[in-house]
């Protein structure tokens, strides 16, 4: 059975960059499609962005457009988010999983975005 760590985050100004890590074991994530989500308080967990099992970026959620990049290595197991102009508003506890969220959710890595 695939187990996601996330890492990576932390407390970031803004206009600030984070590269978020997800680093499976278990199995190989090279049999999915792959995906970050994040969770704000108060909010439910949303979709930021989709990337293939060749590694082709399927979606970006609009809100990260231009500034999120999404990518993995399937030789490491690794999934990656690298996070460029951050914002306030981006201060969410991240998560990755498969597009289907058929792995049991990790502990996510928090991402706080202040000055």
């Known amino acids: 059975q695939v187990q996601l760590v996330e890492s990576g985050g932390g407390l970031v100004q803004p206009g600030g960059s984070l590269r978020l890590s997800c680093a499976a074991s278990?199995?190989?994530?090279?049999?999915?499609?792959m995906a970050w989500y994040r969770q704000a308080p108060g909010k439910q967990r949303e979709l930021v962005a989709t990337i293939n099992k060749e590694g082709n970026i399927i979606n970006s959620a609009d809100f990260v457009k231009g500034r999120f990049i999404i990518s993995r290595d399937n030789a490491k197991n690794i999934l990656y988010l690298q996070m460029n102009s951050l914002k306030p508003e981006d201060t969410a506890v991240y998560y990755c999983?498969?597009?289907?969220?058929?792995?049991?959710w990790g502990q996510g890595t928090q991402v706080t975005v202040s000055s």
């Open positions: 999983n498969t597009q289907s969220r058929s792995i049991s």
């Open positions: 278990g199995s190989s994530i090279r049999l999915y499609t």
